[in-house]
């Protein structure tokens, strides 16, 4: 009986195991210096490499990217959300222009809904439980809906949007933290665009490193613990 009872409480080890996620993030935290980030704290991510669009075979390259943010949560509870108020792609063209090949020529990104392009919008990144995965959505941590929309200026100009959300993965063994987009998400033209647009624009590399957004600028970490 004995042999039996140890028999299954072995087997129930087995599974209690299993049962436990073996990816970090269901616990994921921003911290600076090992202490977790307040509700408010602020946010800048600044690019880990250039980052390449393509439209219509053409590449368009930025080579100055970067987005500010502000804490909306960070506790076990309710994971890492952070609410994206200014973001810019700009590049070592004039006037910080991005280089658009032939077609575009210098470029100027422009997105019209977040503040610092003196709109009144947001967008929201936010970690995805039991993943070492986040994800940007067009829109406010407290909001429904929205939608991507920027506008590329150059030899014509193009716009165009997007309203599913776009992920990647971020890394927890380092600081400062790198936020890395996975697929190439694509974005579809609208209307107002010239003839010539491309129908649809994809990101092809996009990534980034977390920092705080004051005078010391330290680098911030995603731990899972």
């Not at 809904?113 to 407290?142: M, Q, V, Y």
């Not at 936020?179 to 129908?199: M, Q, V």
Request: net charge negative; with cysteine; aromatic share 8%.
């Amino acid at each position: 009986m004995s042999k039996t009872i140890l028999t299954i409480c072995a087997a129930l080890v087995a599974l209690a195991a299993l049962a436990i996620p073996t990816s970090a993030s269901a616990a994921a935290t921003l911290r600076e210096n090992g202490v977790p980030l307040p509700q408010g704290a602020k946010i800048t991510a600044t690019q880990d490499e250039h980052t390449v669009f393509e439209a219509g075979g053409i590449q368009i390259t930025c080579s100055e990217n970067w987005f500010t943010a502000e804490v909306h949560t960070n506790d076990h509870t309710n994971g890492i959300t952070g609410t994206i108020t200014g973001a810019a792609f700009r590049g070592s063209e004039a006037e910080t222009k991005c280089n658009g090949g032939s077609l575009f020529g210098a470029l100027r990104f422009k997105i019209p809904a977040l503040t610092n392009e003196g709109g009144t919008g947001h967008w929201c990144i936010k970690s995805i439980p039991g993943t070492d995965e986040f994800e940007i959505l067009g829109r406010g941590c407290t909001e429904t809906g929205g939608t991507f929309t920027w506008a590329l200026e150059g030899n014509i100009t193009c716009t165009y949007t997007r309203s599913e959300g776009i992920r990647g993965t971020f890394t927890t063994t380092s600081a400062p933290a790198t936020l890395k987009f996975t697929g190439e998400p694509t974005f579809t033209k609208e209307a107002p665009s010239n003839f010539f647009c491309p129908s649809t624009q994809k990101i092809t590399t996009w990534s980034y490193n977390l920092y705080t957004d004051n005078e010391a600028e330290t680098p911030i970490s995603i731990d899972d613990v």
